[in-house]
């Protein structure tokens, strides 16, 4: 038996992990995978795979190429959620901001520095027409952590899925104010470069398995009831957000690649361009 960790964010997209291991689809390949949901999110799961404290990431497509372009010694090996994110953009219930020309010059809650949270921050920026270098940042860590800095208001915003929000939404918590999606698949599985290199077999019978499983997820019966359960969310959302998302079992095409580049460069978020082998598993 070989045990692999991997670490994900506690939300819908990570079902199919899930339901694999509590299957024993894993097991039954002798394959011990351990999984640790990081609700910090993409800076988290970053730090995690430079320490070693993970071995596999599903992650943030931007954060994670953001973070090798840094240093870190892991590679993407393929797609998992080809669709876009849908990064809901909100304030505190009862907050003056009304429009998402309200927010220009103010204060953006984020998970951490290199986060989802704050690299979308500056796409949304840029899609509005703002000076992306009057950008402030306030860090909160969780969720739990948005809605206390913007019920106080030593935040003014917070960037995050939007599905997983709503239903602090609908609590009359958080408002809504507006949508953005990220210009690229969200989701990717990045592994470390000591694990491809020492169980490249290993690593190709865990992404066959997790394949197999989202590409029939959808059909899973009562799929959306499963999904409403765990995740505390209304079934309309769930059925909308199931219609939303597709899962991928490919990898990255370097045209794509060079487009996510091209895109992250020019929003100052990478200060330069890597080959598409030092990032990619080819």
């Excluded at 204060?107 to 703002?130: D, F, T």
């Excluded at 599985?189 to 290199?197: G, Q, S, T, Y």
Aim: proline letters at 4%; a negative charge.
């Amino acid at each position: 038996m070989t045990t692999i960790k991997i670490a994900g964010v506690p939300e819908h997209f990570n079902l199919p992990w899930h339901l694999s291991i509590e299957n024993g689809e894993f097991q039954a390949n002798e394959i011990d995978l351990q999984w640790t949901d990081v609700p910090e999110g993409t800076g988290k799961l970053c730090q995690m795979l430079r320490n070693g404290d993970t071995d596999i990431a599903v992650i943030l497509t931007e954060g994670i190429i953001k973070d090798i372009v840094a240093g870190n010694q892991s590679k993407i090996v393929q797609i998992y959620v080809e669709s876009p994110l849908i990064w809901g953009i909100h304030v505190a219930a009862n907050s003056k901001f009304k429009t998402l020309s309200d927010l220009e010059n103010t204060k953006v809650a984020i998970s951490r520095l290199g986060s989802g949270s704050q690299l979308m921050a500056y796409v949304n920026a840029n899609n509005q027409g703002w000076k992306t270098e009057n950008l402030q940042f306030e860090i909160i860590n969780t969720i739990d952590g948005a809605v206390e800095a913007l019920t106080k208001g030593t935040a003014d915003y917070f960037m995050w899925e939007r599905f997983m929000t709503k239903p602090l939404v609908d609590k009359g918590i958080f408002r809504k104010i507006g949508d953005c999606p990220t210009p690229w698949p969200c989701f990717v599985i990045a592994v470390r470069n000591e694990i491809l290199k020492k169980q490249p077999k290993i690593v190709s019978k865990i992404l066959e398995i997790i394949n197999a499983k989202t590409s029939n997820f959808k059909e899973i019966s009562n799929i959306d009831g499963i999904l409403e359960n765990k995740y505390h969310q209304k079934v309309e959302d769930i059925q909308e957000w199931l219609s939303l998302t597709k899962w991928s079992q490919k990898q990255l095409s370097e045209v794509e690649f060079n487009s996510i580049q091209d895109q992250l460069l020019a929003l100052k978020i990478i200060e330069k361009k890597e080959r598409y082998p030092k990032i990619i598993a080819i």
